[in-house]
Every structure is written in C-alpha cells, then in structure tokens.
C-alpha cells in the first residue's frame, strides 16, 4: 500500500512541475491572468493610498488646526508616514501565511481590508466636531490602511512571477507597477475633478470625502478580478515536493541576509523616486511654488499615465539586457535629472513646470517596472512572499514613508526648495553602488 501511495505522490507532483514547464502558449496566458489581476489590484490599493497623500493640504486644518498652516502640513504628512511604520509588521503576518496557505487568498484579505480603512476615512468626523479623537481615528485608520498595504504589492509581484515563463518575467512583472502608477494617476484625477468643481469651502465642509467614498466601487471591481485566478503554479509545484517553512521570517534572515540587505536599498531608492515624484511634488508645485491646486492634479495625473505606458517596454527590454543594465540605466537617470529639474520647475509657467516634472519622471518607470521581477528574483518560492514583505516595505518606510515629512520639514527650517533632489539623487548612489553586488537573473528559473 505504503508503495503504491509513494507512487501516486510521485505521479502528482511530476504532473504539478509539468504543469509550470509546459509550453510557453499556456504559461503566456497564466501570466497575462495574473499580470491583469495584479494591476488592477494595485491600481485601486494605490488609488486608496495615494488619495490621503493629494488631499493633505485640504485635510490639514480639518484634524490638526492651529495658527501654523505648516504645522498642520507636518502634522498630517506626519500621519501619512505613520502608515509605513506599520507596513513589514502587516507585511511579515501576511507573507507568513502567504507562504504557507498561498498567494491568492492572502490578496483578497488585502483588498477588502485596505478598502474598508479607506471608505472609513472618508465618514470620519473632524476635530471641530469631536475634538481630539478625529486625528486618533485617522491615525488608526491609516495603520489599517498600511497594514494591509505591507502585503499587496510584494504579493502582487510575487504572484505575477510565479506565474509568468522564462525569460519575460520582466515584461509581465511592470504591470504591478503599472497598476501602482495607474492608481496614483487615477486618484490624481478624481481629486482634480473634486477640487475642480468645488469650492474651497464646500472642500473643507464635505468635498474632501468624495475620494475616499468611491473606492467602496473599485474595491468590488479589484475583488472581482483577483476571485477568479488560480493559485500560482510555481508555489503549487513548490508544495508538491516540499513543505512549507514553519519559522520563515527566521529562514529569510538566517539565510537570505544579503539579499534581503540588497533589495532594502535598491527599494529604498524606488520609493524616494516614486513619493518625491508624485506626492510631495503636489505638495511642492501647490504649496511652495504657489501653481493652482486643480490644475496641478491633472498634471500629476498626464505624467503618471505616461510613465505607466512606458513600463512594459522597459520590463520587457530587462528581460533582453538584463535587470542589472536596466536598474543602472534609471538610477543614473534619477541621480542626473532631478535637481536639475525642480530648479527649471521654480521658472512661475506651469507649461515648464509640467515639462520639468516629466523629464525628472523619466527614470520611475524604468525603476518600477524593473524593480519588481529583480526583487522576486531574488529570494526562492518558499520564503518569497515573506522577504519580499520585510525587505520592500522596510525600504518604503525609508524612502517613501518619511522622506515627505523630513524633506517638508528641512524646507521648512532652511528654505532650500532643493532638498527632496538632493535627497533623490543620494538615494540613487546607495542603489548604483548595490547594483554591484547584485547577480542577473533575467534568464533563469525562480529559485526554488
């Protein structure tokens, strides 16, 4: 009997394993079902969370008034940031039971969740109507928020490059960050449209809630996507021939150290790249440089469009040259353009200041669309979900989370409108100098 079960065993997982190597025809379809689910996944996650980030100078003064309007700015940036801190901790729950139940059913719980803490959001009293309790809620609100965001992107990679053939990871990997620049595009767009048709005092009095009520709708439609893909076949294959890890936030740390390291700072530099560039460059051009606030929206929305177009030809092009010439590529891009740029950006015509933004712009989606498939690349399928959830939302907490409150706060202390190129550009050289000691892996299988 033994024999015959050990022989039954063997016959289902050679089918398991056939069923992730067969022909390039059936896997190419796996990976367009999965690269579609995963962008409009992130699409309508990053539209939630990219939301607070627009609004926050119309949110300001309604939780955190005082006489100081930049008091208030901190305060609520400050907020925003705290949403990061909580990130690897939803992260590493979640890629823990992603690496043990499956990538599928853990990115439902992240939509529902992240879309719940966001239609909440938008009910919430203000601090004039229940005093100090409305900031508390928004925070608690926020680490919902970042909670369940610590999960959704890494996860979303993950999916797409268990899914996706040999040698075009890097092509169905950028539409995760397609689904990013989609989101925050899409999210620029209703806050025009809202700050557009409203007046400043109907903003302040309710229009400031509209964003955050229509994710009640994307989140069905995100829900509806993700329901109806199969689990990975390279983590069904996985679980056909070994079991899943027990401790595997110990197994990463004991024995993906350098990579974990590596993927900390190449993330780091991608989220500077991408908060710089399409958050606190609302703040920057609305706040600083004094350019109207609606019109300002829809530039941010036009620029993240493009980007978002030109993210499957340079993940498909890293997948010809190699993630390592790719990844250089924009990160010198970042470390050229960017000062440069937000000094054209001050020249008062929102025309130059719109083209400036762009040309700074131009490396994001060769990061992201690269950035993506290198970091699932570089950790196997057994602990994948889990490192990617510590490494990746450790570097947004030190390049996204708080790098809009201490550039905020340095402009703030010495006037030096320069600060978030400066800042870019630094993050940029730690990138370059980790991309030496990164190895390629545009060709070969996922480490298993």
């Not at 053939?165 to 925050?184: C, E, I, K, S, W």
């Not at 009095?205 to 996507?225: D, E, K, Q, T, Y």
């Not at 907490?397 to 409108?417: D, F």
């Amino acid at each position: 009997m033994s024999g015959v079960l050990s022989e039954s065993t063997r016959v289902r997982r050679t089918d398991v394993e056939a069923s992730v190597t067969q022909g390039s025809g059936h896997s190419a379809v796996i990976a367009r079902r999965a690269a579609m689910a995963s962008a409009t996944g992130t699409a309508v996650e990053y539209y939630e969370f990219s939301i607070y980030g627009y609004m926050a100078t119309i949110i300001a003064p309604l939780f955190f008034p005082g006489d100081s309007p930049a008091a208030a700015l901190l305060a609520t940036l400050a907020v925003f940031g705290i949403a990061f801190v909580i990130r690897p901790i939803g992260g590493v729950l979640l890629g823990r039971l992603a690496d043990r139940i499956g990538r599928r059913r853990v990115l439902l719980s992240t939509v529902i969740g992240m879309g719940t803490a966001t239609a909440l959001i938008g009910v919430l009293p203000t601090t004039a109507q229940i005093g100090l309790a409305a900031p508390v809620l928004l925070v608690l609100l926020r680490l919902s928020q970042g909670f369940f965001a610590g999960g959704e992107v890494v996860g979303a990679a993950a999916f797409v490059a268990e899914s996706s053939p040999n040698g075009r990871r890097g092509f169905f990997g950028a539409f995760t960050p397609l689904g990013v620049a989609v989101g925050g595009a899409l999210g620029a767009i209703v806050c025009g449209i809202t700050t557009g048709l409203l007046s400043a005092e109907q903003l302040q009095a309710w229009g400031w809630r509209i964003p955050f009520f229509l994710s009640i709708p994307l989140v069905i439609f995100s829900f509806h996507m993700r329901h109806n893909i199969e689990e990975t076949p390279e983590f069904k294959a996985f679980l056909a021939n070994d079991k899943p890890p027990v401790a595997p936030v110990k197994e990463v740390f004991g024995k993906n150290l350098p990579a974990l390291l590596r993927v900390i700072v190449f993330a780091s530099a991608q989220n500077a790249g991408y908060f710089i560039g399409m958050v606190f460059m609302n703040i920057y051009l609305t706040t600083y440089l004094h350019f109207d606030k609606s019109k300002v929206y829809w530039v941010i929305a036009v620029i993240s469009l493009c980007m978002a177009a030109m993210m499957p030809f340079w993940g498909g092009l890293s997948d010809r040259i190699g993630r390592r010439k790719a990844l250089a590529i924009g990160f010198v891009g970042y470390a050229v353009l960017v000062v440069p740029m937000m000094m054209l950006m001050d020249s008062g015509s929102l025309w130059i200041a719109a083209l400036a933004m762009f040309v700074a712009t131009l490396p994001m989606p060769i990061v992201q669309s690269v950035g993506y498939p290198t970091y699932a690349e570089q950790f196997p399928t057994r602990v994948r979900y889990t490192a990617m959830a510590i490494s990746i939302n450790l570097g947004a907490i030190l390049g996204g989370g708080i790098t809009p409150y201490v550039v905020t706060s340095i402009i703030t202390r010495t006037g030096n409108l320069l600060v978030p190129g400066y800042f870019m550009a630094g993050a940029a050289l730690c990138a370059l100098l980790a991309i030496l000691t990164l190895r390629e892996t545009s060709k070969g299988n996922l480490l298993r």
